[in-house]
């Protein structure tokens, strides 16, 4: 069993940024793909953004794309979203996910694997 758990949320102005980690617990972990989600409160909860463990290749949303990057240290077992140019509609729960068979999915099914979620506030 692989426990995921994030760090970096918090309480940022409007056009600030933060920086989001998720490590996994276990070394061995090899992933095919590593994501983030986030939840509003009363909404869905959607993709943000997605890294292929091998190789890197990215996938974001359209909402984040220019403003958010994904990446990840494979040696730390370590995934990261730093967010730039925050607005209050990115305000929600940001969850990390991993899929051990679905590559860059946007889909929450596809993932085998979920922290319990870390909360970023963006006040206007």
């Known amino acids: 069993q692989v426990q995921l758990a994030e760090s970096g949320g918090g309480l940022v102005q409007a056009g600030g940024s933060l920086r989001l980690s998720c490590a996994a617990s276990r070394r061995s972990f090899s992933p095919y793909t590593m994501a983030w989600f986030r939840q509003a409160p009363g909404k869905e909860r959607e993709f943000v953004a997605a890294?292929?463990?091998?190789?890197?290749?990215?996938s974001y949303a359209d909402s984040v794309k220019g403003r958010f990057t994904i990446s990840r240290d494979n040696a730390k077992n370590t995934v990261y979203l730093q967010m730039n140019s925050l607005k209050p509609e990115d305000t929600a729960v940001y969850y990390c996910a991993a899929s051990i068979g679905y590559e860059l999915s946007r889909y929450r099914h596809h993932y085998d694997y979920w922290g319990q979620g870390t909360q970023v506030t963006v006040s206007s």
């Open positions: 890294i292929m463990w091998s190789g890197g290749s990215t």
